[in-house]
């Protein structure tokens, strides 16, 4: 079991910059791939990007755009989605997501969800 907890998100002006950091409890976190997702009101839950054990990246070149980045620190069983150039676009709950074998845009292949955070982003 693997238990998430967002952080980070907050009300910023376009152009700004937010870290998201999704804390992970249990030893076996290295194990899992995280994703990060987003849901605008009425909209389909959007994938992000995702990392997996050994650090490979993947993104949604359409949303992020290079603007989004993903890491992770083993250490201290942290994943962080660092964006820039913000837009009032952007401005949606964020969420991470564990998978223990699947690390791409699909999210109903993530078991483990973490609570979300609210990102707003004004103009």
């Known amino acids: 079991q693997v238990q998430l907890v967002e952080s980070g998100g907050g009300l910023v002006q376009a152009g700004g910059s937010l870290r998201l950091s999704c804390a992970a409890s249990g030893r076996t976190f290295s194990m899992y791939a995280v994703g990060w997702f987003r849901q605008a009101p009425g909209k389909e839950r959007e994938f992000l990007a995702a990392i997996t054990q050994s650090v490979t990246t993947t993104y949604n070149a359409d949303s992020v755009k290079g603007r989004f980045t993903i890491s992770r620190d083993y250490t201290k069983n942290m994943v962080y989605l660092q964006m820039n150039s913000l837009k009032p676009e952007d401005t949606a709950i964020y969420y991470c997501?564990?998978?223990?074998?699947?690390?791409?845009?699909?999210?109903?292949?993530?078991?483990?969800w973490g609570q979300g955070t609210q990102v707003t982003v004004s103009s």
């Open positions: 997501a564990a998978s223990r074998d699947y690390s791409g845009s699909n999210y109903d292949r993530y078991d483990f």
